[in-house]
């Protein structure tokens, strides 16, 4: 293995070397953003403005950094920073092969020539068989102000001139070439002759090829990529670099979302829940770290990116997309309650629905403070989510949208609770009063479907002791009839007193009253309520005989009616 010169040994200090360490781990993260997204994506941004901030507190305090460069490790002042094998790729390696032997960065670099430099290291490190020039000519066309280099025997300084140490006295260089030789072959060489673009074509076929090599390549750098980010979180004890490597995990799972990569985007997750339950007792503090990048993952900015690709998503990523909101917060919902208005395949709908009933399961706040939204449709879309609540909470959260301004979901609500739970009538009993006719019919159909004791006596009391005006007709004869289809011989006294017993007269509202009572007898179909109404047919009052035929007439034409429309 290389060791550096004694002549550079100068012992760093403790903190001197661990801020070159950090350096040059910021410097080959920053290598990897730039090769991974494109030029001006916020992630290569992030971690080139990173890596600058570093640099500057590190050079004002020791003026330079010098990275001495082996075949087998980087150091500085004599300090090991880094090692590893000198295989193809490997930052040491690829400097060491054009005969680079140490960098030095001068104080006052900005973050512009701190781009073209990883730029240039980036290019030629990954590049293996013979490109088109190198990391020395690079840096020698760019001339950096705050960048010195030595290369094998020559030396190159701020004025980029040739010092004495490039030559020796003979005229010939380290490889014995002499300059005058040098220079003209470079001038002899002929140029190129043109390129003819169709020469350039690819076939179809061909193009397929390049495109799945592409999408391997880089499907296999970013997972190695992630899977070397996440590793780092475990080995890396220091608060700042484990605060930065969270960061641009964060930059990727923004971006890995905004671009539909959703199985990078669940690596992520599954990694740093991984990671959680490691760190909770050996490091606390990092815990608390990845549990706050959950909660910001969780949150609408993080989740923004989802309202505008959610329509360009396909059943088949409905499973990949479960598993990614299991793993977030419950501030999720507030992200996927809007996503309930949009247009979607089954299998989305229902991953947004059950990611909403999990979320609420851990924490109702986020779902609840939807309640109080405007939009109508928005709530009016919560409703079958709040049906399929587990236990209370579901009959809790409809009973208040039954007292919503909206009657739009009040009706919902109403549909809900039938649903939910059809046993508890008294919750759906109380809509019978509501403003809405629609609403009105729909509780008592729901009523009227079987015969209960309990809606029986509810309804008993209702027509017992409420009063009706004119303009209640209606509504009076609907519940009178539909006492009738869920009652029981208990009601017959009730309906014999107001068919039979009351006084008679004729243009008052006790007309509606024994209309209605001959209805609820008549749907009774009891022998004892046919005795009831066969008495009032011979009653010494016409109004009431009247009143009698025309009810069984109407009774028997509706149930034409829904005759007809079954057979339809």
């Known amino acids: 293995m290389d060791r550096p010169s004694p002549l550079l040994r100068i012992n760093p200090s403790e903190d001197e070397l661990n801020a070159a360490k950090k350096i040059l781990a910021s410097l080959l993260l920053a290598c990897k953003n730039l090769a991974l997204y494109p030029p001006g994506h916020t992630i290569s941004k992030s971690s080139i403005n990173q890596l600058q901030a570093q640099l500057s507190d590190f050079l004002h305090k020791y003026e330079t950094l010098r990275l001495e460069i082996g075949r087998e490790q980087i150091t500085s002042k004599g300090g090991l920073i880094s090692e590893g094998l000198p295989e193809e790729g490997t930052l040491h390696f690829s400097l060491f092969q054009v005969g680079i032997r140490w960098l030095e960065f001068r104080e006052g670099i900005e973050t512009d020539e701190l781009h073209d430099i990883l730029i240039i290291l980036d290019r030629y490190t990954k590049l293996s068989a013979e490109p088109e020039g190198d990391i020395v000519t690079a840096f020698w066309e760019k001339q950096f102000p705050h960048l010195r280099y030595e290369v094998a025997d020559f030396s190159w300084g701020e004025d980029q001139t040739v010092t004495e140490d490039i030559f020796d006295p003979t005229g010939e260089n380290a490889f014995g070439i002499q ?56 080995e890396d004890r220091e608060k700042e670099n484990f605060k930065e490597i969270l960061e641009v995990l964060s930059g990727e799972f923004t971006y890995s979302l905004a671009q539909r990569h959703l199985a990078v985007t669940l690596k992520i997750l599954e990694g740093l829940r991984s990671v959680l339950d490691i760190c909770k007792e050996e490091m606390p503090w990092a815990f608390l770290s990845i549990e706050e990048f959950i909660l910001n993952a969780s949150g609408q900015e993080s989740l923004a990116s989802l309202q505008e690709v959610w329509k360009d998503l396909n059943p088949e990523d409905a499973g990949v997309l479960g598993q990614i909101f299991q793993l977030l917060d419950p501030p999720v919902i507030h992200t996927l309650v809007p996503l309930l208005l949009q247009t979607q395949p089954a299998p ?53 949208l039954t007292r919503h301004p909206s009657s739009r979901i009040r009706r919902e609500a109403v549909k809900g609770l039938c649903s939910r739970a059809p046993a508890r009538v008294r919750d759906i009993f109380t809509m019978i009063d509501d403003e809405d ?95 009831i109404l066969e008495k009032a047919g011979r009653s010494f009052y016409p109004g009431l005989r009247s009143l009698v035929r025309k009810t069984k007439k109407e009774l028997q034409h509706n149930s034409t009616k829904e005759a007809n429309k079954v057979v339809e």
């Open 179 to 234: 300059l005058g030789e040098y220079r003209r072959a470079e001038a002899e060489v002929p140029e190129d002759p043109p390129i003819k673009q169709s020469n350039l074509s690819l076939t179809p076929q061909e193009q397929a090829e390049l495109k799945e090599m592409i999408r391997l390549e880089e499907g296999t750098d970013l997972t190695s990529y992630l899977d070397a980010l996440l590793d780092c979180l475990l």
């Open 348 to 400: 989305l709908r229902q991953v947004l629905i059950d990611s909403i009933i999990l979320g609420a399961s851990k924490d109702m706040r986020p779902l609840e403070s939807m309640f109080n939204d405007s939009d109508e449709m928005l709530v009016e879309k919560l409703v079958p989510v709040i049906v399929k609540l587990p236990g209370g909470q579901s009959l809790k959260y409809l009973k208040r």
């Open 437 to 531: 006719d629609s609403i009105r019919q729909l509780v008592l159909n729901q009523l009227g479907r079987a015969r209960e004791e309990t809606v029986e006596n509810l309804f008993l009391s209702y027509l017992g002791h409420s009063q009706f005006g004119k303009n209640e007709e209606k509504h009076l004869l609907q519940c009178f009839r539909t006492l009738g289809r869920c009652g029981s011989a208990n009601s017959i006294s009730f309906l014999q007193e107001t068919l039979l017993k009351r006084r008679w007269i004729p243009g008052s509202s006790r007309s509606a009253l024994r209309r209605g009572a001959a209805l609820a007898l008549s749907e009774l179909d009891l022998p004892e309520a046919e005795l």
